[in-house]
C-alpha cells in the first residue's frame, strides 16, 4: 500500500514562492503517477501540474510559467516550486498517486492515493 506526505506550504505576500514536497512511501513501480492538485474554498478540486508519458511537464493555465513541477524518482519524491504566487492560488495543494501507464492526467477521478494536504495561503 502507497501513501504520501505533502509538506512545504506557508504564508507568504504576493509575489512571494514556496516549494511543495511529496514524498511516497510503500511499494513504488515506474507506472505510479504523481501529480499535483489544489481546492479553493468553496471551489472543486483542480489539476494543477503532472507529467506526460514522455516525462515532459504539464500544467494548468492558471499556473503556467511561474509554477514548476520536478520529480526525484530515486526519492520516489515530486515537487512543486511556485513562484510569482498570487492570492488566487491560495488553496489546500494535495499529491496524487496512482498506478496508471502514459500520460499521468490532472483528472482527479483517475487517482486513488491523496496525500493529507498542505496550505497555501497568499496575501495581497
Known amino acids: 500500500q502507497v501513501h504520501l506526505v505533502e509538506s512545504g506550504g506557508g504564508s507568504v505576500q504576493a509575489g512571494g514562492s514556496l516549494r511543495l514536497s511529496c514524498a511516497a512511501f510503500g511499494y513504488i513501480t515506474s507506472n505510479f503517477c504523481m501529480a499535483w492538485f489544489r481546492q479553493a474554498p468553496g471551489k472543486e478540486r483542480e489539476g494543477v501540474a503532472s507529467f506526460t508519458s514522455y516525462g515532459n511537464p504539464n500544467y494548468a493555465d492558471s499556473v503556467k510559467g511561474r509554477f514548476t513541477i520536478s520529480k526525484d524518482n530515486a526519492k520516489n519524491t515530486l515537487y512543486l516550486q511556485m513562484n510569482s504566487l498570487q492570492p488566487e492560488d491560495t488553496a489546500m495543494y494535495y499529491c496524487?498517486?496512482?498506478?496508471?501507464?502514459?500520460?499521468?492526467?490532472?483528472?482527479?477521478?483517475?487517482?486513488?492515493?491523496w496525500g493529507q494536504g498542505t496550505q497555501v495561503t497568499v496575501s495581497s
Open positions: 496524487a498517486g496512482a498506478f496508471l501507464r502514459g500520460t499521468c492526467p490532472m483528472t482527479r477521478v483517475w487517482y486513488t492515493v
